[in-house]
C-alpha cells in the first residue's frame, strides 16, 4: 500500500480501536498541497480513519473465528472536516463498531488533534476471503508493526 496513513495501533478490541498518525512535513503529499501553506487532505484524514476502521472489523471476526477476511472500503458517509490539520500535529484516532458480520461491518471513526476533533465520518466495509498465503502473512506482519512498533519477527 502506498499510503500507509496510521503509525501505531495503541489499542484493539472487537468493539474499539485507537492509534495515531503523526503528520510531519516530510510527507510526500506535502510537496503539493499546498506549497507555502501545508494542509493534509481531508481524503487521507478518511484514509487514516479507514485504516484503523479496517483493522476494528477484522478483529472483530477474528474473535470470532475468521482470521481469513480482508476488510474493503465501500461507503464513507457523513464525514466532516471540522479543523486544518498541519505537519506536526499529532492525530489520534478512534473507531467504534457499529456492526461486525461476515459480510461487512460499519464503524464511527474521529480524528481528533489536542483533544479537537478534526474529522469524523461514518465508515462501511465488505469483507473478503484472503487466500494467498504470503498476503495473510504480509498482513499479520503489517499488524503486529502496528501494533508493538517493531518489524522484527517473535
Not at 507555502?36 to 478518511?46: K, S, Y
Not at 456492526?99 to 483533544?115: F, I, K, L, M, N
Not at 474529522?119 to 462501511?124: F, K, N, Q, Y
Request: contains cysteine; hydrophobic residues 40%.
Amino acid at each position: 500500500m502506498r499510503y500507509v496513513l496510521l503509525d501505531r495501533i495503541t489499542a484493539l478490541s472487537g468493539k474499539q480501536a485507537t492509534g495515531v498518525k503523526c503528520v510531519s512535513l516530510s510527507d510526500d503529499v506535502f510537496a503539493d498541497h499546498f506549497p507555502g501553506h501545508p494542509v493534509m487532505p481531508g481524503a487521507l484524514l478518511v484514509e487514516s480513519m479507514a485504516q484503523l476502521g479496517g483493522v476494528l472489523v477484522e478483529e472483530a471476526m477474528r474473535e470470532r473465528g475468521r482470521s481469513d477476511l480482508h476488510a474493503l472500503l465501500t461507503t464513507i458517509e457523513k464525514a466532516k472536516f471540522r479543523k486544518m490539520v498541519k505537519p506536526g500535529d499529532r492525530v489520534e484516532l478512534v473507531a467504534d463498531t457499529q456492526a461486525a458480520s461476515e459480510d461487512g461491518g460499519r464503524v464511527q471513526a474521529t480524528a481528533r488533534v489536542d483533544g479537537e476533533i478534526v474529522a469524523e465520518a461514518g465508515l462501511t466495509y465488505a469483507l473478503t476471503p484472503v487466500t494467498n498465503r504470503k498476503v495473510i502473512d504480509r498482513r499479520a506482519r503489517v499488524l503486529r508493526v502496528w501494533l508493538t512498533g517493531s518489524s522484527e519477527d517473535a
